[in-house]
């Protein structure tokens, strides 16, 4: 226990080589190709890193002139997800959550109910924030434990389903993302997706990246888009030429820098990955594809998940001034609208209108639901010893304070044992949906083969 929590403790940079290492040893792999994997692994990891702490660097700023500019005065303060995860660890089921994370990855995969093994355990937070917020609304560690195994099955489930999505449009292959944040807006967004394709002429709309760039050349690029979008962002924050600038070249740099860090990350994954897949089926007979879990950052980087997000933020500074119900400014969190997107390009098939579509929405969903979720987050955060912002009354945070799969399991375990009954239905429906879905793969990839 001490010697994961120390591991934990590292930082992805370093936690994952070490991750990548062992795991690629012991798949079989040799301990030269292992450990050149692992630090091959870390090296994209601190490279993303960088990238994304610089478009946070640049955003942040923006945003906050953003919010003054428009004069607003709410009292649940957005204090980040930085906030949000140390609560979550501070937490009793922060206490315990790696270790029963690790069992329910490997009882999922014994039972053939995933095809993700997670190497990214740092993000079991998001698990945990659920089980805290849960502890704390019934005062029982029980609820707050089965709460977070609960929010973890679910997450299973959506990203190996969006996983072929990922491979395809991400350039991911090999790869799953069972992040706790991104995934929660999977059901969301295929239900908007749907529902898109319904309506006649809207469902026509081809505003995928390629299609833009052959549409309009030079001004459909990545570099381009991001750079454009980067220059507005600046412009609607007041700031001076200079400034305006410096920030849209570096969010074109960000746009372009993201998925190469994306593709380093990959180089060292992949021997890995390959690794898994014959471990696998040399020891268990028609075990299909073996996916590897990572952060849903090496995914933000896909053109239609910024474009979308880029746009995304003044609109969500704009919906919180006039949003009826909403009490929360959107402050520090702004920066990770990309990370709530990140799945969503799967199912839209990367059309840039159908994301942003659905990122508006989930961004009125999220903003009440963080405003309705603001006092017991606030308490967890007196308990965790946290140092309120000047003038706020309450916090919250859109990752995870906006999490709509964390608010709903927080609203039917309300029902104790009615709530488990329910929890327990709708994992079972998603157990048999899983089934159907694995079995229509697997006849798929027999073909091809």
Known sequence: MEIINYIVS???SVMMPIIITILGVCLGAKLSRAIRSGLTVGVGFIGLNLVIGLLTSTLGPA?????ERLGLHLTVIDVGWPAAAAIAFASTVGAIIIPIGLAVNVILLLTKQTRTIDVDIWDYWHFAFTGALVT????SIFWGGFAAVVNMIIVFYLADWTAPGVEEYNKLPGVSLPHGFSAAYVPIAIVINKAIDMIPGIRNIKADPETLQERFGIFGEPIII???LGLIIGVLAGYDVKTILTVGITMGGCLVLIPKMAAMLMEGLLPISDSAQEFIQK????AGKIYIGLDSAVAIGHPACMAAALVLVPITIILAAVLPGNRVLPFADLAVLPFMLAMVVPVTRGNVFRTFIVGLV???????????????????????NFKMPSGATQIASICDGANPLTWLILQITGLKAVGVAVLVAIIGVMAVINKKITKRRDAVEDLQA
């Open 136 to 139: 704390a609304a019934t005062d």
């Open 226 to 228: 991001g750079s454009v």
């Open 283 to 286: 020891r268990f007979k028609n």
């Open 362 to 384: 989930m961004v009125v969903v999220g903003l009440l639901i963080a405003t309705d979720m603001a006092p017991l987050h606030t308490q967890l955060a007196i308990n965790a």
């Open 63 to 67: 945003s906050h002139t953003m919010v």
């Open 10 to 12: 590292l930082g992805a």
